[in-house]
């Protein structure tokens, strides 16, 4: 297969390409890294199954033997949520994985706050591992994270190597903490390590956007090389100054790194010099497992297993979700699913949510019985995210027309795996001919402050799932993306959002409504 897809050697800085002219050199460190991981499983991506922790295990174990007491594993964070399994497990089991790959340092990402700080607690104190944070504090009482601390010093043979964690991008002004400039941060921290500490090479964990990376590579000097995560993406770059390296997200690719220190030489006026040499590793099908964690992985979906017969709520009333139905025609359950959606994020509140249909599943009637959280998953089984960002009514119109019209068959309404379910607005879509159809009327509906027509120059914050967003709205020429609200990096999972939903019902019962919320009609 694809197994190594590059290999890049690069000196860190310019003197380091005639490094090893004549001076004394350390040896060599190892270094894996990998970020924003959330799965034990592996994914599958366009047809290819790809990632999993287990098949890692051995590329750790093999770097570990061949140099022992000069390996280090780094995460630069992101595991808590979102996935199916963390809901239920508050990031527990991805700090099994964690553990079973000898990670040495961890920095904090965004969502790691997507519980409560006591979760988090927890997970710092399962971790056999360091969590590394220089600028995130507890609003209580204005100190670092609980579980946490800013550097660290790790002694490899001769060597003296210094790490420290910052974040960026952490948009949860209501769960306890607050960061700090990154960049502040990081100078005090380099600083110490420098100066104080005496270490040979300073190595940064971050989590932040590319754009934040930069700002550090270009403003913070002192710093060898930085491991980051946020992106999701594997990414190599030198273009704003310090290198910094990002792999794919869930173990679909981990960063091998060489690192090789040359102490100054003060007769020749020679600087300290490292030079780094850096593989992308893809984590394929074709590679081994680890047995032994295998075998954690299985216990743990025998424990998601019986979880899934937790009854999380009820219904007062039977519930149709069959697709002729669904995807064809206002439906309640696709109203279940809206508010769900719309009433998902504490500190966010979308003006509109979109539904597709075809992300409801089960096809099926469902009796007015007990609802388990393994019906829930059958109701939506493939985890879509729930992104929101920031658009005006003529995009909005645009999108629902443009997606609508594939409702439109030979004098029928046709399946349409978009049609779309909305909370927040009610539309009505006339089809003229097959594939042929305009969308004749959108109001606000249900909305706290807006009432009317939705005019085309309203601005609203719009939610989609990432499927919608990435594979239709983002294709449609001339509609307007403004900010991201919540982006994919942040966004959770309709499930999770099923789930919250029925359990602030009163009594936990779930009574579908019967509003009509979107009407398609076909002209003879």
């Known amino acids: 297969m694809w197994r190594h897809l590059f290999a890049i050697a690069l000196a860190v800085v310019a003197e380091a390409a005639g490094a090893s002219n004549g001076r004394p050199r350390a040896p060599v460190i190892d270094i894996l890294s990998y970020n924003d991981v959330y799965e034990l499983t592996p994914d599958m991506v366009d047809g290819m199954e790809l990632g999993g922790p287990s098949r890692v295990i051995p590329i750790v174990k093999a770097m570990r033997q061949r140099n022992p007491q000069h390996s280090l594993v780094l995460f630069a964070g992101d595991t808590m949520s979102p996935s199916l399994w963390s809901f239920h497990f508050k990031g527990l089991q991805m700090v099994a994985a964690h553990n079973a ?281 493939f985890g879509n995210k729930l992104v929101v960002f920031w658009t005006d009514g003529a995009s909005l119109k645009k999108f629902i027309g443009r997606t609508m019209v ?31 159809g305009e969308l004749t009327a959108v109001e606000w509906s249900n909305h706290v402050t807006r009432r009317g027509v939705v005019e085309d120059d309203e601005k609203l914050q719009l939610m989609v799932t990432d499927y919608l967003f990435d594979n239709h709205f983002t294709l449609l020429p001339a509609v307007r993306i403004g900010e991201m609200i919540i982006d994919n990096t942040k966004a959770g999972r309709i499930d999770s959002a099923l789930e919250k939903y029925i359990q602030k019902q009163p009594n936990a019962t779930l009574c579908p409504t019967t509003e009509e919320r979107s009407i398609v009609v076909v002209l003879e």
């Open 406 to 436: 594939d409702n439109c068959g030979d004098g029928h309404v046709r399946r349409n795996g978009v049609y779309m379910h909305p909370a927040g607005i009610k539309y009505a879509f006339v089809c003229t001919g097959t594939d042929v």
């Open 101 to 381: 790959l000898g990670v040495d340092f961890a920095c904090l990402g965004n969502h790691e706050f997507d519980f409560d700080l006591e979760a988090f607690a927890n997970v710092s104190r399962a971790s056999k591992f360091t969590w590394l944070n220089a600028n995130c504090y507890e609003s209580a009482t204005d100190t670092l994270l609980r579980g946490t601390q800013p550097r660290a010093v790790k002694q490899l043979g001769n060597l003296k190597v210094g790490l420290f964690g910052v974040m960026y991008d952490l948009d949860t002004p209501n769960k306890g903490v607050y960061w700090t400039d990154p960049v502040a941060a990081a100078m005090a921290q380099v600083q110490i390590l420098r100066e104080v500490e005496r270490v040979d090479i300073v190595i940064a964990l971050t989590h932040q956007l590319m754009v934040h990376d930069d700002r550090l590579a270009q403003r913070v000097p002192g710093i060898d090389i930085i491991y980051g995560g946020h992106e999701h993406n594997s990414i190599l770059s030198a273009e704003a100054g310090t290198p910094y390296l990002k792999a794919a997200m869930n173990f679909r690719s981990v960063w091998r790194s060489q690192l090789q220190f040359y102490p100054a030489v003060a007769d020749r006026n020679l600087p300290a010099v490292v030079r780094a040499k850096h593989e992308l590793i893809p984590i394929t099908h074709d590679l081994p497992s680890d047995p032994t964690f295998d075998a954690v992985i299985a216990d743990f979906s025998h424990q998601l297993t019986n979880l899934q017969c937790r009854v999380i709520g009820s219904l007062c009333e039977p519930i149709d979700l069959r697709k002729p139905l669904v995807q064809t025609r206002d439906m309640p359950v696709a109203h279940v699913f809206a508010d769900a959606a719309i009433s998902f994020y504490d500190d966010v509140t979308p003006d509109v949510a979109l539904i597709n249909a075809g992300i409801i599943r089960s096809d099926r009637e469902w009796p007015a019985v007990s609802i388990t959280l393994g019906d829930l998953i059958s109701w939506s089984p």
